[in-house]
């Protein structure tokens, strides 16, 4: 299974937004619902933002969406703020309970 | 809250097995709804799956590492536990110990260790 492909580098003003592709095939992220970001500051471990597509957990803001079209998920964070600088992942499930990571995505807060 | 705990040694030599155990505290393994699952990040670089186990002991592995790889758990201590044969520089990483929820509970990892470094050098 080969990582899912992100963009390297997104950046934003604070009060922008910024949307983060993910790009994987039919057995991933086309197949299934089950697509999460990960927000991982440097020096943390990572942290769940968005699971199933688009929900968010507890705890989570508002500002942070998820959507999916084919085999393309994307992560959109608005109203960007200095703390949302950081790396964010995706993963998705590639079936017989195997998981899939994307290349990673470091955004940067202007 | 629930917490995880990675331990194990920091230096692996080439050639040899790594070994490392994470301690779960604040929740049991034997939740239903859950697997157990290790994450390994390369410095500087992304994530990487690497296995999963259920309570009942069933496995799940990463197919490109597979035949090098055992994951284990033990329900008596709350642990579960990661074994990687024949190791080289290139499984030098930040290995992490994380809940992988099953189907019911969203296919996600929600909650991770801080990660353990694990260096390959002789």
């Known amino acids: 299974q080969s990582a899912l492909t992100q963009p390297p580098s997104a950046s934003g003003s604070p009060g922008q937004s910024v949307t983060i592709s993910c790009t994987g095939t039919s057995s991933d992220v086309g197949g299934y619902y089950y697509v999460s970001w990960y927000q991982q500051h440097p020096g943390k471990a990572p942290k769940l933002m968005i699971y199933?597509?688009?929900k968010r957990p507890s705890g989570v803001p508002d500002r942070f969406s998820g959507s999916k079209s084919g085999n393309t998920a994307s992560l959109t964070v608005s109203g960007l703020q200095g703390d949302d600088e950081a790396d964010y992942y995706c993963?998705?499930?590639?079936?017989?309970?195997?998981?899939?990571f994307g290349t990673g995505t470091k955004v940067t807060v202007l | 809250q629930l917490q995880l705990q990675e331990s194990g040694p920091g230096l692996v030599e080439p050639s040899e097995t790594l070994s490392l155990t994470c301690t779960v505290s604040?929740?049991?393994?034997?939740?239903?709804?859950?697997?157990w699952a290790w994450i390994r990040q390369p410095p500087g670089k992304g994530l990487e799956w690497i296995a999963a186990?259920?309570?009942?002991?069933?496995?799940y592995y990463n197919p490109s590492l597979k035949s090098r790889v055992a994951i284990s758990v033990d329900t008596s201590k709350n642990q579960f536990s990661l074994k990687l044969s024949s190791v080289s520089a290139a499984d030098t990483a930040l290995y992490y110990c994380?809940?992988?929820?099953?189907?019911?509970?969203?296919?996600?990892?929600?909650?991770w260790g801080q990660g353990t470094l694990v260096t390959v050098s002789s």
């Open positions: 994380a809940r992988q929820g099953a189907a019911a509970a969203g296919r996600n990892f929600d909650y």
């Open positions: 993963v998705s499930y590639a079936g017989n309970n195997n998981y899939v």
């Open positions: 199933e597509v688009s």
């Open positions: 604040g929740g049991s393994v034997s939740s239903s709804a859950y697997f």
């Open positions: 186990i259920y309570f009942s002991g069933t496995t």
